[in-house]
């Protein structure tokens, strides 16, 4: 089972990224620059993709437990960006709100849609509230980095994040096309998890720390990693999601896995 931050925990931190990425619109020079790491859009396209997906997701918990997302998000005010910039930051504020009432009235445990039906995460408001921190802490960063100001994630956030997106985005029952293997990914904080592949389809589970096993994490053996990553919880989670190369971390064993890991599309 994962592990995760205590729900309040998570409220906390979801309002908190939420006003740094606010205070990083605030301060660009306009609306109108490219985001770096996502250069399809402008820094008004990033704030409108983060404002509009928190209503959907607010619906999706009030719902309660479906095999389909709502129809239409029930708005709380208007869906549409506003091209002023102080109305804009005014409607992000009030679209994180939704959410956070949402997930106040619903506490952890409510079951309701999710997209990753059969990842290790569950589909309840709790596992909803910790994909939405780590949305929402990574768009902040690519905010922040739009600005010139970028900030590595904070601690308890990297952390969890890398284990989330492990379980959520990489987890699942379709079948690994290729030989079994096995890669471990060293937070050099002191956590580590181990991602296996192979026609059962992809789990996580969590493996000792580098130096805290009688092994190296590529020494042969049934239980052996075929490949592992090593670097901060923030290079892990930024690397996972394609904001910077994983090859700028630590890398050992066999790195063309790493390739076809990058290309893998599982079936749904």
């Avoid at 719902?63 to 129809?71: N, S």
């Avoid at 290790?120 to 939405?132: D, F, I, L």
């Avoid at 922040?144 to 590595?152: E, K």
């Avoid at 580098?210 to 990553?229: H, K, N, Y």
């Amino acid at each position: 089972m994962p592990t995760t931050l205590e729900f309040a925990v998570l409220l906390r931190l979801i309002d908190e990224r939420s006003t740094a990425f606010r205070a990083a619109v605030a301060s660009a020079s306009s609306l109108d620059v490219q985001v770096p790491t996502c250069p399809e859009w402008t820094l008004f396209d990033l704030v409108q993709h983060l404002g509009e997906r928190r209503p959907f997701w607010a619906a999706t918990i009030a719902a309660g437990p479906a095999t389909a997302p709502p129809a239409t998000p029930a708005p709380a005010g208007s869906l549409t960006a506003p091209r002023d910039r102080e109305a804009l930051l005014a409607w992000l504020a009030a679209s994180t709100q939704q959410l956070l009432d949402a997930l106040r009235e619903a506490g952890p445990d409510r079951g309701c849609w999710t997209w990753w039906g059969t990842s290790q995460s569950p589909q309840t408001s709790g596992a909803v509230a910790r994909h939405q921190l780590q949305e929402i802490a990574l768009h902040t960063y690519d905010a922040q980095i739009t600005v010139g100001a970028p900030q590595p994630l904070p601690d308890k956030v990297a952390l969890d994040g890398v284990e989330e997106f492990l379980t959520t985005c990489c987890a699942t029952t379709s079948a690994w096309p290729h030989k079994p293997a096995a890669v471990d990914f060293h937070a050099i904080e002191g956590r580590s998890w181990r991602l296996s592949v192979s026609a059962d389809g992809a789990r996580v589970t969590p493996v000792p720390a580098p130096g805290t096993m009688p092994a190296t994490a590529l020494d042969e053996g049934p239980a052996a990693a075929t490949a592992s990553v090593q670097g901060t919880a923030n290079e892990l989670v930024l690397a996972l999601y394609g904001r910077i190369p994983i090859d700028s971390l630590k890398l050992d064993g066999d790195r063309d896995l790493f390739d076809l890991l990058q290309a893998w599309e599982p079936e749904e």
